[in-house]
């Protein structure tokens, strides 16, 4: 499957942001999928993640309750609803996909990714 991520922008502090993850390829409902992140001169952190079904949904600590993940298996896209945007937000943001029945939250378990789309989150 290849990925495209879409979405980023621009935004105020305590603004909102909807990011998209266009897959194309084999079914997207096969991949799990998720959201990490990399800020300049820091590591790329895991954001969150959905079952390829939708039901399951895992978030990281500093984006829970303000990040929504969803999916539309139909439309092969995957989604990142951002709302309560922080400075600490900015980042280039990438989406990751696994052919799997479960989800994960490590980098090393995706094979597939797409390109990043820039986040900037102005104070």
């Known amino acids: 499957v290849q990925l495209q991520a879409s979405g980023g922008g621009l935004v105020q502090a305590g603004g909102s942001l909807e990011l998209s993850c266009a897959a194309s390829?084999?079914?997207?409902?096969?991949?799990?999928m998720a959201w990490f992140r990399q800020a300049p001169g820091k590591g790329r952190e895991f954001v969150a993640t959905?079952?390829?079904?939708?039901?399951?949904?895992y978030y990281a600590d500093s984006v829970k309750g303000r990040f929504t993940i969803s999916r539309d298996n139909a439309k092969n896209t995957g989604y990142l609803r951002m709302i309560s945007l922080k400075p600490e937000d900015t980042a280039v943001y990438y989406c990751a996909a696994r052919s799997t029945t479960s989800y994960y939250t490590r980098q090393r378990d995706y094979n597939h990714w797409g390109q990043g789309t820039q986040v900037t989150v102005s104070s």
């Open positions: 390829g084999r079914a997207f409902s096969y991949y799990a």
């Open positions: 959905i079952d390829r079904s939708g039901s399951s949904t």
